[in-house]
């Protein structure tokens, strides 16, 4: 037996979703922190360049630097296992 880390209520070690308050184990980032990282990283990035460089197609690999350089700390800062509650 082991605690949830969400609520605190008892349950199996090997669950994968609590029985109390239904939060479940999720690996890796969800899709709406990938999507807020890849939005953000392809606007900021470009928008940054605008200040050191006028437009030309410096910009446009800049917002290419910034979608991968988005998705990559996505995943990098979520990695492992966390609980997430689920919202029902």
Known sequence: MVLCPACR???????EQCPHCHAERHFGPTRTETVTST???LVATPALSL??????GWTVAFAVAGLLAGFFV????HTGDRWL???R
């Open 74 to 77: 996505a995943h990098s800062r």
């Open 39 to 41: 939005v953000i990283g």
């Open 51 to 56: 200040l050191i460089v006028r437009p030309s």
């Open 9 to 15: 209520g008892k349950m199996q070690r090997t669950d």
């Open 85 to 87: 509650r689920n919202p």
